[in-house]
């Protein structure tokens, strides 16, 4: 069964904390990626990675920034929380989309609240 | 960057059709539909490529016209079970991004 793994299902961090949420892919997928979803704004891309130390910036990147030192493990890091970044965080993972029927597979999310 | 699906919201009685409506700006080789369950994950739908294919899954089938850059699900006879909320998500030739769109939450009752 493939499987994409979040670290923690719930976090609550303070103000100005530096933190990391980690997510492990077990499929040997090239892409990885880290989504926030907030109420009526969907799913909203942050980064993605394509290869090991490769990454790209999504449509909301700033405040945030993301490490790939192996294929499964992907991070994505808030250098200074602040309680706008109060969300649903979420991985996913895919084979590389040159291949045009693959699909991506999420990770269970992390809840994270920042006071 | 992120496409715009619509209706935002719908409220079905169980058996009747709806329609999920997914738009680009962007130019795009293949359209995914997700289903996520209130605190679960998404789950993968189906998939269609580019040259104007119709997929089915079940009584959930979808169109991807890449001229105009549109996708449609369509949920028919629904189900109880097809309460949730539908993603559909988008790769284009400009990259390896994918971009997931607003959201359409179903809500099906007896």
């Known amino acids: 069964d493939v499987k994409v793994t979040q670290s923690s299902r719930y976090l609550v961090k303070r103000t100005g904390e530096k933190v990391f949420l980690e997510c492990v892919q077990d499929?040997?997928?090239?892409?990885m990626f880290w989504y926030r979803q907030d109420p009526g704004l969907g799913l909203r891309l942050i980064y993605f990675?394509?290869?090991?130390?490769?990454?790209e910036k999504g449509d909301i990147p700033e405040g945030y920034s993301v490490s790939r030192e192996k294929k499964e493990r992907f991070s994505l890091i808030l250098e200074s929380a602040s309680t706008n970044q109060t969300s649903m965080y979420l991985c996913?993972?895919?084979?590389?989309?040159?291949?045009?029927?693959?699909?991506?597979?999420f990770g269970q999310g992390t809840r994270l609240t920042v006071v | 960057q992120q496409p715009v699906q619509s209706p935002q919201a719908v409220i079905l009685r169980e058996g009747e059709d709806a329609v999920i409506n997914c738009s680009s700006s962007?130019?795009?080789?293949?359209v995914h539909w997700y289903r996520q369950k209130h605190g679960e994950a998404p789950v993968f739908l189906m998939i269609?490529?580019?040259?104007?294919e119709q997929k089915g899954h079940d009584k959930i089938s979808a169109s991807f016209n890449e001229k105009k850059q549109q996708s449609s699900l369509y949920l028919t006879a629904s189900q109880l079970s097809y309460s949730g909320t539908y993603f559909c998500?988008?790769?284009?030739?400009?990259?390896?991004?994918?971009?997931f769109g607003t959201g359409t939450s179903l809500t099906v009752i007896p």
């Open positions: 996913a993972s895919s084979l590389k989309w040159d291949r045009r029927d693959t699909e991506a597979f």
């Open positions: 499929m040997d997928h090239e892409n």
């Open positions: 990675s394509y290869d090991v130390k490769m990454k």
């Open positions: 962007k130019a795009l080789y293949s």
């Open positions: 269609l490529l580019k040259g104007g």
């Open positions: 998500g988008t790769g284009s030739n400009q990259g390896n991004q994918f971009y």
